[in-house]
């Protein structure tokens, strides 16, 4: 880099080759007021770093991002919207005369990089170290100071003087995260980071939260565990500081490496070098599909599979081009699954023999098949390419013999197959009586007036139509999972656009769910309750019909690094309102007192204005209009948003909602799950531990999520008044919280004296590799996860 910095001839011929190549702006700078737009690209002072707008893949999304300056197509060495493509060609990167850099486009809010006040010297800056800067100037023109760079976020490459780790005093943590598939710089599965915890594990992959790789100690100049390959390449320089200040890894390289050096974490979990005229990979834990021997060296950690599986299966895929014989299951799309995770699905799911992409195209989601698909090799483009695990393709093998011994046996297997006929038909003939009861009742929500003619509260659609609006159950219409079953977006031939939830006949609960749900939402009408507006009981088949909610459902939004920007202050403040005034109408003013049991941010659906409104009743307890509470003996929701007293003794009331509602106020206002991340280090504390933390130190303003903050868009007294009430509801005493009818005043008048909240439940959090676990102050019963559990209880 330094021979190309200092040599005039071999920048000028530079310059002269791009200025025909490219249109570009002829600097390494933007000042306030510019903008640099889509064809146009900032050049480093010797030319060896260029930034600028780009398609990657086969999409026409669009990233800016930095790149080596060659003529290869090489991926950038970092991304600035990696997770919020822009859908047109009308992106430009600004630096506006208030000193916000952000990316602007076309019919879409704007994504910002840095905001604050204007300083009439402040510049964008792409340096010769590959580093994008916005940096404050003094009145002679030297720095005062870096605003904002490139270097503190990076994505998943390591240039040379990068650091990876941590600033103590800025407390800005650098860390790499993977791409999620070759051509798509989102997110990906693995993050390679500097362990803030095990000290004698300097440096490690985690693959979504796990550890998956450890470097090892620090010696001579390298880590225990990082190979020859890294350790005895002398161009490579690599460092490890820690002290009061910051700890981090860096490297520098030789003079003799002058072809674009960089350290990258692949989306199949490798750390590759990229130096001279070669490519080594340092870390490879999981071979690739055409590789059978897995490389578990250099600190890898075995991944736990089921005892179905051989000690040589992890690697026993072959990679071909073909057909499956039938539909496999794709998994939601939401996940974010890459090909690794989708090969531990599969692994880990004992009747799975092969798995892929769910959208070739792009190399997206995750589709895998059971044991009663069967694969067909054709070599033609228009294929899929399908990863066989080994011992699938041979299963053939197994039912031939099975069919030999099976000769020997065959009177007592025909005797069997005649019990297990009529075991079959004595389900069905139940499985039709229970459905006929089911339509019976379901009936009777559709109103007969005196004419003859019906009205419906639930109108009853036949399930052609059905199929006919979600495309035959298509994949693409797909929405989501849950434990009822698939969730589909519908549009009928009138150009009614609606939500189709179908009963999976693989759930046990979802009969009993299902007639819940649907006598009791046909009785509720709110403007903050998703309307349900049929069913569907034909053939096997038991579907819910729902208004379309665009904007899916909060958790969507809130817990989404770039999707939460959409949330504005004012939104989230409306969105707390809705909720609110959505419970006051099931505990008070239904026809039916409705106690939800499972309100949390995932139920919360969102219209196409972003108006909240509760849905998913399948848990749902009605209670007679004089009674406050009943026991039950059996405990269902989601772990980590019950209240004490539901969890540990089966008490349900109205402030059991109210519990719920104050997990999610204090979700809405943090852009954090209450158990997803750790607070402290002597007693790790979930997000209302922490909450109550910095409330009793006067500092309960640091809960307010970064995201807004960065925008400065808020009402400061709104978003204490609101964590105020969060406390409030999710104190330990049922009686102590106030109802939901109190929450809406509270919300409603900010002036109003609250009573100071006392200490809340289940505020110490131990999270593990496979979920979190929650130890109450009472009692250590409770375990939480994210599994919902549905059950219909009689009374």
Not at 237 to 250: D, K, L
Not at 254 to 259: A, N
Not at 639 to 667: C, H, Q, R, W
Request: charged share 20%; aromatic share 12%.
């Amino acid at each position: 880099m330094a021979t190309m910095k200092g040599n005039p001839i071999f920048s000028f011929f530079f310059f002269f080759f791009f200025l025909n190549e490219f249109s570009y702006s002829q600097t390494d700078t933007i000042q306030l007021g510019q903008e640099l737009k889509q064809g146009m690209q900032l050049f480093s002072a010797s030319g060896i770093f260029r930034l600028g707008f780009v398609q990657l893949g086969p999409s026409n999304f669009s990233y800016l991002g930095i790149w080596y300056n060659t003529r290869d197509n090489e991926n950038p060495v970092w991304v600035a919207n990696r997770g919020d493509a822009i859908l047109d060609d009308s992106g430009a990167l600004g630096l506006d005369q208030y000193g916000n850099l952000k990316i602007t486009q076309n019919a879409r809010d704007p994504i910002t990089l840095y905001s604050a006040q204007a300083s009439v010297n402040s510049s964008a800056v792409l340096l010769d170290s590959g580093n994008f800067a916005l940096r404050e100037s003094s009145p002679d023109g030297s720095v005062n100071r870096v605003l904002w760079q490139s270097f503190d976020r990076p994505t998943d490459t390591l240039l040379p003087k990068m650091k990876l780790g941590f600033d103590r005093v800025t407390g800005v943590n650098r860390s790499l995260t993977s791409w999620r598939s070759v051509d798509s710089p989102a997110l990906g599965s693995f993050t390679l980071g500097l362990d803030p915890i095990v000290t004698d594990e300097v440096m490690v992959i985690w693959w979504r939260g796990v550890k998956y790789w450890g470097s090892g100690t620090w010696r001579g100049g390298c880590f225990d565990s990082l190979g020859d390959e890294f350790c005895n390449d002398y161009k490579y320089n690599f460092s490890y500081v820690s002290n009061e200040n910051e700890s981090y890894f860096s490297y520098l390289v030789s003079k003799e490496v002058t072809i674009f050096p960089r350290l990258t974490l692949s989306p199949d979990g490798e750390i590759r070098g990229y130096g001279m005229d070669f490519m080594f990979t340092g870390v490879s834990c999981i071979g690739s599909s055409s590789d059978s021997k897995p490389s578990l060296r250099f600190g890898c950690v075995e991944q736990e599979l089921p005892s179905c599986r051989g000690s040589s299966s992890r690697d026993s895929f072959e990679s071909k081009v073909g057909a499956m014989s039938r539909d496999g299951f794709r998994f939601n799309g939401n996940e974010n699954l890459t090909m690794v995770d989708c090969r531990e699905k599969c692994l880990k799911n004992c009747s799975c023999v092969a798995y892929a992409y769910a959208d070739d195209n792009n190399g997206t989601g995750c589709e895998i098949w059971t044991k009663e698909s069967s694969f067909t090799e054709i070599n033609l483009a228009t294929l899929r390419e399908i990863h066989i695990l080994e011992s699938g393709v041979r299963m053939w093998w197994i039912w031939l013999m099975i069919l030999v011994g099976g000769t020997a046996t065959f009177p007592l297997l025909l005797s069997s197959l005649y019990v297990m006929w009529k075991k079959c038909k004595a389900r069905s003939n139940i499985q039709r009586m229970t459905q006929d009861l089911l339509l019976q009742e379901l009936g009777k929500a559709r109103k007969r007036h005196k004419d003859g003619t019906t009205s419906n509260e639930l109108h009853m659609f036949g399930f052609e139509s059905i199929s006919t609006a979600t495309k035959g159950f298509s994949a693409e219409n797909k929405l989501g999972e849950g434990g009822f079953g698939p969730v589909y977006r519908g549009q009928f031939v009138d150009g009614r656009e609606v939500a189709i939830k179908r009963l999976s006949r693989s759930s046990g609960q979802g009969l009993v769910e299902f007639k819940n749900e649907a006598l009791l939402i046909a009785k509720l009408q709110h403007t903050n309750l998703v309307r349900l507006l049929g069913f569907c009981i034909q053939r096997e088949e038991r579907i819910l019909i729902y208004e379309y909610m665009p904007n899916k459902s909060l958790d969507f939004f809130l817990f989404d690094d770039y999707r939460k920007n959409l949330l504005t202050w004012e939104k989230r403040f409306s969105i707390i309102g809705g909720i609110a005034q959505g419970l006051v109408y099931l505990h008070k003013y239904s026809r039916l007192k409705v106690i939800h049991r499972d309100l949390k941010a995932s139920n919360i659906l969102l219209d196409k204005d972003m108006n909240p409104k509760i849905s998913d009743f399948g848990m749902a307890r009605i209670f007679g209009l004089n009674v406050s509470e009943v026991n039950t003996n059996r405990v269902v929701g989601t772990y980590g948003y019950m209240s004490p007293e539901y969890a540990l003794n089966g008490i349900v009331s109205e402030k059991t909602d109210v519990f719920s509602f104050g997990i999610i106020l204090l979700e809405i206002i943090t852009g954090k799950k209450n158990n997803s991340t750790r607070y402290g280090s002597e007693e790790p504390l979930n997000l209302i531990g922490y909450a109550w933390h910095l409330w009793k130190e006067v500092r309960g303003f640091e809960l307010l999520d970064p995201a807004l903050v960065e925008y400065n868009e808020y009402n400061v007294t709104e978003v204490l008044n609101c964590i105020h009430i969060g406390l409030l509801c999710v104190q330990d005493h049922a009686a102590d919280r106030p109802t939901v009818q109190d929450v809406v005043s509270m919300l409603s008048n900010d002036t109003t004296l609250l009573p100071s909240p006392k200490q809340p439940a289940f505020f110490i959090s131990k999270i593990h590799k496979e979920g979190v676990e929650v130890s109450a102050k009472k009692s250590d019963k409770c375990s939480v996860n994210e599994i919902t559990t549905s059950v219909m209880e009689a009374r």
